[in-house]
């Protein structure tokens, strides 16, 4: 797993099942949570038959596409999985014609992947066909193209322009609990079409593979900020500082910028608190560029100047923006292409609506200064211009102009008593960021696995829709997963209905 602690497996009586890749501390390798036995699928048959077996054998079954998974939903302890990393098909369609529909509703340049494509092959693809594809944004572009990330809605540097990846989604293929192969768009099982776009991944079957719409290839412009002080807490300059961004993200969104703003809390007690942006916009002047964030860096820069009378001044290391050809070259030179991989990670987040940025920007930039690691523009814009009944995903997305994530760390052979104290300090800095605007949601793939109120946070209104839906397609619930539709009738290790 990216994160090894989702390979771990802790009893009740705190005593810890892993297999460390520290071997010094002299704990014995031992299974955890990871699936003990499964499939390595290369076809839609091999995992037919695999669903089937799972079936027929009462088999607590995990899928795994390829990538992360936050939540650990792609393994469980004792498990039988489904891997799908290796069917790694791309199609790019000069011309695409949902199924079912009639001749004349066609769609150019669609890209279908298959379930283990990454963003990665995905990217390189769409560009050679002088095409841009609405996708994440990690380190080496590992994260699957057709699995958990479009089943959790999918965010993206581009959803201010081009909307959140589940409204760029043609059609899928699944095959269902009973090994059945079905087609979902809007003409064919609009319904599962429907849950499948947001309605959480490993939920109701298992997707073989997606066809995106793509867009064309345009130039982005890339903006590129750093602010900080040598300070325990935000010191006044540095809050000014932050308090303006809350301010004008409702602006920057609509205007096309998307990307991630990386923070060095106030509460991991480094002595320094600083805050760097990564933005793009795509196809717009350079003219129409500065006038969006210009006045930004040089509202910041006269803070700045301005800053000896705080506790630490105010130093920016830089800020400029910078033309590139498309966003598969902003990608290229600026996503690193390792990272990210091995460290114990556990997240928390939540998405903030517009509303209270406008309403409270002070009292957000506080807030996100002292709790969090990423207040990411990956909404509003676009994303907020389609109707919240559309897909399954939660209606929340719709409203919310930023996402905001922080999480913990630890290291290896780190009891489970401390484990558990420093995810309640999560959980307390999680609070402050839902108390914010307590009727919005969270991401279902970056979000804290112990969300007091898991049908609210990740679904919303479409909950009960969604959970009809799982019923007709997953009648025994094969497919279960943490914090997933359903997951609430079992036990807390999702092996005993309750």
């Known amino acids: 797993m990216q994160e090894p602690n989702f390979e771990t497996f802790t009893f009740p009586n705190g005593t810890i099942d892993a297999c ?31 669903v089937k077996f799972a079936a027929e054998h009462n088999l607590r079954l995990a899928v795994k596409n390829t990538g992360h998974d936050f939540f650990g939903r792609s393994d469980a302890r004792g498990s039988f999985v489904i891997w799908t990393h290796h069917m790694k098909n791309v199609t790019m369609h000069q011309s695409f014609q949902l199924t079912a ?41 590992s994260v699957g193209a057709a699995g958990g990330w479009p089943a959790g809605g999918g965010h993206s540097a581009l959803t201010p322009t081009f ?68 300070a325990s807490q935000p010191t006044a300059s540095l809050l000014a500082a932050f308090t303006e961004l809350v301010r004008i993200t ?80 902003w990608y290229m030179q600026t996503i690193d292409e390792t990272g990210g991989v091995g460290a114990n990670l556990e997240l928390g987040s939540w998405l903030l609506p517009r509303t209270t940025l406008e309403g409270n920007p002070q009292g957000v930039a506080e807030t996100v200064l002292e709790t969090i690691a990423g207040y990411y523009l990956v909404a509003g814009g676009a994303a907020s211009r389609v109707d919240p009944d559309a897909a399954g995903i939660n209606p929340a997305w719709r409203k919310a102009a930023v996402h905001t994530i922080g ?11 401390e484990i558990n104290a420093l995810r309640a300090a999560l959980n307390d800095r999680n609070a402050r960021l839902r108390a914010l605007a307590p009727e919005s949601g969270a991401y279902f793939n970056e979000a804290s696995p112990f969300e007091p109120d898991f049908k609210q946070a990740f679904f919303g209104s479409h909950y009960d829709r969604l959970r009809a839906i799982k019923k007709a397609y997953d009648p025994q619930v094969l497919f279960i997963v943490t914090e997933g539709v359903a997951s609430d009738e079992w036990d807390s290790t999702l092996n005993c209905r309750v």
């Open 20 to 50: 460390y890749l520290n071997v010094t501390l002299g704990v014995p390798c031992r299974q955890g949570s990871v699936s003990v036995i499964g499939v390595d699928a290369r076809t839609v048959n091999d995992i037919q038959a695999a």
């Open 101 to 141: 529909a009639p001749s004349n509703e066609t769609y150019d340049f669609a890209l279908t992947v298959e379930a283990g494509v990454q963003w990665h092959d995905a990217y390189s693809a769409a560009d050679a066909s002088e095409r841009t594809i609405v996708g994440g944004v990690t380190a080496g572009g």
């Open 163 to 230: 909307g959140l990846g589940v409204d760029n989604i043609l059609e899928m293929t699944m095959v269902t609990a009973n090994g059945t192969f079905l087609t979902a768009n809007t003409r064919v099982n609009p319904d599962l079409f429907w849950a499948l776009r947001g309605g959480g991944g490993g939920t109701y079957g298992i997707v073989t593979s997606i066809t995106y719409r793509t867009h064309p290839r345009v130039p982005v412009i890339g903006a590129f900020f750093s602010v900080g002080a040598n």
């Open 250 to 329: 409702p602006n920057l969104t609509d205007a096309g910028w998307g990307g991630y703003t990386d923070v060095v809390p106030a509460f991991l007690g480094a002595g320094a608190v600083s805050f760097d942006i990564t933005y793009i916009i795509p196809n717009v002047s350079w003219a129409a560029a500065n006038a969006t964030i210009q006045p930004y860096f040089d509202f910041v820069s006269a803070l700045a100047a301005n800053s000896s009378g705080d506790a630490a001044p105010m130093a920016g290391s830089f800020a400029f923006t910078k033309q590139y050809t498309s966003f598969f070259d």
């Open 407 to 417: 999480g913990t760390t630890w290291a290896e052979g780190t009891t489970a008593n």
